[in-house]
């Protein structure tokens, strides 16, 4: 159990971030951190999927329209290109901001996100008000990226990125480590 001082500390951590939740009954962890867009892999990864899968559709539709093969090559780069110049525009703008401020806190009954207000911009699934969550006995798999400080808790096709300082990265850890195979 943490001294009342920590908890206090932790909890107005997470009410300096715009529209966050109230710490919630169990808390285990908590930090803040700044989460960059441009340097950031597995959003990139994400955004060249959801991007880039449309552009090779286009590239299709335009060659079979157009009966002609060679659009196959042109098409999906230039489209990509003008989906992503937005996208890099608005990370660019953010990250020279500082990143996104995000709380992130590990509770008795899972982990949860919660962005600032610019989070909404760079993700679909960020909610700013109440944050992203989840369970415990969702998570299925723990995928961690020791070099960037990132752990990836997976649940089928959902994901939750948790961010972590550098000072807490070694908490989260140990704490992700006692609540998985409490559950397994």
Same mark, same amino acid.
């Given at each position: 159990m943490?001294? +009342?001082?920590?908890?206090?500390? #932790?909890?107005?951590?997470?009410?300096?971030?715009?529209?966050a939740v109230a710490?919630p009954?169990?808390?285990?962890?908590?930090?803040?951190?700044r989460?960059g867009?441009?340097n950031?892999p /597995?959003?990139?990864?994400?955004?060249?999927?959801?991007?880039?899968?449309p552009s090779?559709?286009?590239?299709?539709?335009?060659?079979?329209?157009?009966?002609?093969?060679?659009?196959?090559?042109l098409?999906? +780069?230039?489209?990509?290109?003008?989906?992503?110049?937005?996208?890099?525009?608005l990370?660019?703008?953010i990250d020279?901001? !500082?990143?996104?401020?995000?709380?992130?806190?590990?509770?008795?009954?899972?982990?949860?996100?919660?962005?600032?207000?610019?989070?909404?911009?760079?993700?679909?699934?960020a909610? +700013?008000k109440h944050?992203? /969550?989840m369970?415990?006995?969702?998570?299925?798999?723990?995928r961690?990226?020791r070099?960037?400080?990132?752990?990836?808790?997976r649940?089928?096709?959902?994901?939750?990125?948790l /961010?972590c300082? +550098?000072d807490?990265?070694?908490?989260?850890? !140990?704490?992700?480590?006692? #609540?998985?195979?409490a559950?397994s």
């Amino acid at each position: 159990m943490q001294a +009342p001082e920590r908890q206090w500390e #932790q909890g107005r951590m997470l009410a300096d971030v715009d529209r966050a939740v109230a710490a919630p009954d169990g808390l285990l962890a908590a930090w803040k951190t700044r989460v960059g867009v441009l340097n950031n892999p /597995f959003l990139w990864r994400l955004i060249l999927i959801v991007l880039g899968v449309p552009s090779l559709l286009a590239g299709v539709v335009v060659a079979l329209v157009a009966r002609d093969a060679s659009m196959l090559v042109l098409v999906p +780069p230039v489209a990509l290109a003008a989906t992503l110049a937005p996208f890099v525009a608005l990370g660019g703008a953010i990250d020279l901001m !500082g990143g996104v401020r995000g709380a992130f806190f590990l509770t008795a009954g899972g982990a949860r996100m919660v962005l600032g207000p610019h989070a909404r911009a760079v993700s679909m699934n960020a909610e +700013p008000k109440h944050g992203v /969550f989840m369970a415990w006995d969702e998570v299925r798999k723990v995928r961690v990226n020791r070099r960037q400080r990132l752990i990836v808790l997976r649940s089928g096709p959902r994901s939750l990125t948790l /961010f972590c300082a +550098p000072d807490t990265f070694t908490q989260v850890l !140990g704490v992700l480590g006692r #609540q998985t195979t409490a559950r397994s």
